[in-house]
């Protein structure tokens, strides 16, 4: 699933007449490098939900069939039901297995095909990096492969994890955040997690679009 519902409020006024992920970056949209990246790593088959001015992602998108692989779309209100709820509202698209997830505005060049089968230890298994700048406290500590609330070092969330659908099938349909679901699975030991020192950028601002046009490999 690539989630690409958000309304990219800090990177207005480029977000008001066009979706975050088809902001163009090193030549194609945003959400293009990641549906790349995803087919290289042997993946057929997407969901991407939609919120803010979503028909023009899938009018750029279609059926997937100019890609090499199938996209299902989960359509929200334009004012999005964050992480949680996205998922929530798309399980049925999401089939009983662990599925992946990727948000549409974070590019990274973490070797997703080691995700693929991965059948997590828990609910979720996620990819963590080093805080960037902009997020220097970090959101979770890891600990022996497992991720705790408190302790050290703390690392971000890259944006990229496994999850089991059973995360998500007991929460009410509506708007949710992923925070709260990921601190209680955490507090039940349920979240394993790695560390990834690579390239990744969180595309949040227009500065860093601009930083990732001129510098962010793509490979």
């Known amino acids: 699933m690539i989630l690409a519902a958000g309304r990219g409020e800090r990177l207005r006024p480029l977000t008001d007449h066009t979706p975050k992920p088809l902001l163009i970056a090193a030549g194609k949209p945003l959400i293009e490098h990641q549906i790349d990246r995803l087919r290289q790593a042997g993946l057929t088959e997407l969901v991407i939900n939609l919120g803010w001015l979503g028909e023009q992602i899938e009018q750029a998108l279609g059926d997937g069939h100019r890609h090499g692989l199938s996209i299902r779309y989960s359509r929200e209100p ?19 297995s662990a599925f992946m997830v990727v948000n549409a505005d974070v590019l990274c060049d973490f070797p997703l095909a080691r995700l693929r089968e991965l059948e997590p230890d828990g609910l979720a298994h996620l990819v963590m990096v080093d805080n960037p700048a902009h997020h220097p406290h970090g959101d979770f500590a890891l600990v022996d492969g497992r991720l705790r609330l408190d302790g050290e070092p703390r690392l971000t969330y890259s944006g990229i994890g496994v999850f089991r659908p059973e995360m998500f099938r007991g929460l009410d349909p509506g ?45």
Do not use: K, N
């Open 175 to 219: 708007v949710r955040p992923l925070r709260p679901v990921l601190e209680d699975a955490i507090m039940h030991d349920q979240v394993s997690a790695e560390l990834h020192r690579g390239h990744w950028v969180d595309i949040g601002t227009p500065e860093r679009l601009r930083e990732l046009a001129e510098g962010f490999r793509f490979s």
């Open 78 to 96: 334009q004012t999005a039901l964050e992480t949680a709820g996205g998922i929530r509202q798309a399980l049925h698209l999401l089939g009983e």
